[in-house]
């Protein structure tokens, strides 16, 4: 299974490319994390923030491999604890399908996105840089995976 996170931004600093990169790689093949980067819209003074958020969420909605459960990022979304999200993940790996965790660009997700999702999660009321975001989903992926395996790591 893999497990894509789709976010919007590239041109990330070094330091939250290295420690995505540390988190993933310590997944296995069969829980694999996938990082698929998607260009921003171009946000100017005048800017249309609606249609920016809309292109964001074709670019996300046409990077989607076929037939995956998809989880959106949501503020509005469900917040997991850390053990509920192992339980989500010990349903992912089971049902073999691969998973979505779609992150928005700074105006949030399109409701094309919103409406495609199967879900919605909350990492949390408060609110994160986005480029934290991607390091906070890779370590609890990992973690999670960690608490099924019964590894110290997650304690």
């Not at 330091?15 to 997944?27: D, G, H, I, P």
């Not at 339980?87 to 979505?100: F, H, K, N, Q």
């Not at 094309?112 to 919605?120: D, P, T, Y």
Request: charged content about 25%; proline content about 6%; aromatic content about 6%.
């Amino acid at each position: 299974m893999q497990i894509h996170l789709v976010a919007v931004g590239n041109r990330m600093p070094g330091w939250v490319t290295e420690a995505y990169s540390e988190y993933a790689k310590r997944l296995p093949r069969e829980c694999e994390l996938v990082l698929k980067e998607i260009v921003p819209a171009k946000r100017g003074k005048n800017a249309d923030i609606a249609r920016s958020i809309e292109e964001e969420g074709e670019r996300i909605l046409a990077a989607l491999p076929r037939n995956v459960h998809v989880i959106a990022l949501d503020v509005a979304g469900k917040e997991w604890s850390t053990p509920e999200l192992a339980e989500a993940l010990a349903r992912w790996l089971e049902s073999g399908r691969d998973v979505a965790l779609l992150v928005g660009g700074p105006d949030g997700l399109s409701p094309a996105c919103l409406k495609r999702a199967n879900q919605r999660w909350s990492l949390s009321k408060l609110t994160f840089p986005h480029p934290v975001v991607r390091i906070i989903v890779a370590e609890q992926v990992y973690r999670a995976w960690s608490i099924l395996q019964h590894h110290p790591y997650h304690r």
